[in-house]
């Protein structure tokens, strides 16, 4: 598999994840404003640069979860 | 010679009223504590012209800044703006920590060029999930809790004088606690708790500094 199969993998295993939410869930962001589990998704799924961050941070969550 | 402690704690908004909550204890604790002085610039106070009034006149070794911001600006009371490049000159000589969005990566670096011992905070948005039932006491929503842990670990590190890379380590290993931790169902009564750690690791990807690893507050 190469680099970029790995990260398409990863970003549909970011996006099951999320899309097993309650996509009315919010995060609270700075400057007063929320985003949705579903704005999320809408990050992930294109992914622009917030998305990537988004995948970037949900592996390595998985990896600390995992304890690799 | 007292060691100088100064924060800024905006309450005007959800988020600032969030953020006053999870420093109140370290507050409640500097002000009891032998040879320490605390500025504590709270609610309507944490303006521009008291910031740079008490960064000029008493030489603060430690400012703590809490509120929203960006990547060049860290603002206080109702968004005004109270440290951004026009001042940043007086963090000369301090140890700075911003607990708001983004301004690590953009006001840190200057910071430290203009003479700053170390400037710590998130290279991005600093994210939290409360409870919405809670949001007028914010003391008692579990969501948050984990956030309040995080904060503080860092913040009390830095007063009780620990090295800014050591604060660092330490609250880098709370996120990581709480990873590995939240979620049970009596924690998570509402299925929150995935969204809670994707924004506890977003926190623990984006939290870092610029400057002197090996600076304390003295």
Redesign the interface.
Known sequence: MNQKQVEEECRKLVLA?FR???PD????????KEMT?RELIGHVEKPDEFGK??I???M??LK??TGV | MAKRFLITRPKHDIITSYLHDFSSEIVRIAKETRDMHVTDLEGKMANRGNLNACLAKEHPGLVFLNGHGDRMRVAGHNNEIILDTTNINLSKGKIIYALSCDSLEGLGPIAVEQGAKAYIGYGARFMFVHDPTRVGSPRKDKNALPFRRACAKLINSLVFGLPVSQALDLTKEEYMHSIRSYGTSEDDPYGDAPLIRFALAWNLEFLSMHGDPAASFS
Do not use: W
């Open positions: 994840r097993s939410l309650n869930s919010k995060l609270l962001l700075g400057k007063g589990v961050n988004v970037k941070v949900q390595r969550m600390v979860l």
